[in-house]
């Protein structure tokens, strides 16, 4: 069964600086999805970004990107210029390309943004 | 808007109650999700409905019932439910086939059992 550890309980940033979340997942699978997803006070998960695991380019969003390490299992998510909207938990995930399969979520990391 | 409507959005309920949470998508994905958020804990999915079969029920007590009428539509009906049941419950949708899609979330249900 695939795993996701997100080993930062909580961070924080200053406002305009850049931070990093890490994320480090376990499977046997070899095309797969993963993803970032936001939830701010307002509750609502929200897709940041999305990375398939047989694309070596890095994806970014805006001022999202992620460093994605295949043979290190690894997914981390660098916000740059960091915003007071920012702040929020933030959870890694990962998907199997295999019908059926549910997403299997990281236990999350808080994230504050310091003015 | 966010494709995923879910209502209440708070509910109390003392133990003796039987209550309804209601999702709804109008997004045309053939699977729906419910999950519990408690604090300090990982996300824990409870049920999965896909094409409005029940395919997964993580060992949820009796006291949670789901109903999935329509590919739009599924409720998580409660009753007699502990303190212990108070949490966020998150529904969410997502287009089986098509993992690069990812879930879309509801803005959940704060639940608190009295």
């Known amino acids: 069964a695939q795993t996701v550890t997100q080993s930062q309980p909580e961070m924080s940033v200053q406002e305009a600086e850049t931070v990093t979340l890490s994320c480090t997942y376990d499977?046997?699978?070899?095309?797969?999805?993963l993803f970032w997803y936001k939830q701010p006070p307002s509750r609502q998960m929200i897709l940041v970004i999305r990375q398939e695991a047989y694309k070596q380019q890095n994806a970014t969003e805006n001022r999202f990107s992620v460093n994605f390490q295949k043979a290190a299992k690894s997914f981390s998510l660098k916000i740059s210029d960091s915003q007071l909207g920012d702040a929020a938990m933030y959870f890694c995930a990962y998907r199997s390309t295999n019908y059926g399969q549910n997403f299997v979520f990281g236990p999350g990391t808080r994230l504050s943004v310091l003015p | 808007e966010t494709g995923v409507t879910q209502t209440p959005r708070h509910l109390v309920m003392g133990m003796t109650n039987k209550k309804s949470l209601k999702c709804e998508q109008h997004?045309?994905?053939?699977?729906m999700y419910w999950y519990k958020q408690s604090a300090k804990k990982p996300l824990e999915l409870m049920f999965v409905?896909?094409?409005?079969?029940?395919?997964e029920n993580n060992s949820v007590p009796s006291r949670f019932s789901p109903e999935c009428p329509n590919s739009s539509h599924l409720f998580l009906h409660l009753h007699t439910l502990q303190p212990e049941d108070s949490a966020l419950y998150l529904c969410?949708?997502?287009?089986?086939?098509?993992?690069?899609?990812?879930?879309?979330f509801g803005s959940g249900t704060r639940l608190t059992v009295v």
């Open positions: 499977t046997s699978e070899s095309d797969y999805y």
């Open positions: 997004l045309g994905h053939n699977a």
């Open positions: 409905y896909s094409l409005e079969e029940r395919v």
């Open positions: 969410a949708s997502s287009q089986e086939g098509r993992a690069s899609y990812g879930y879309t």
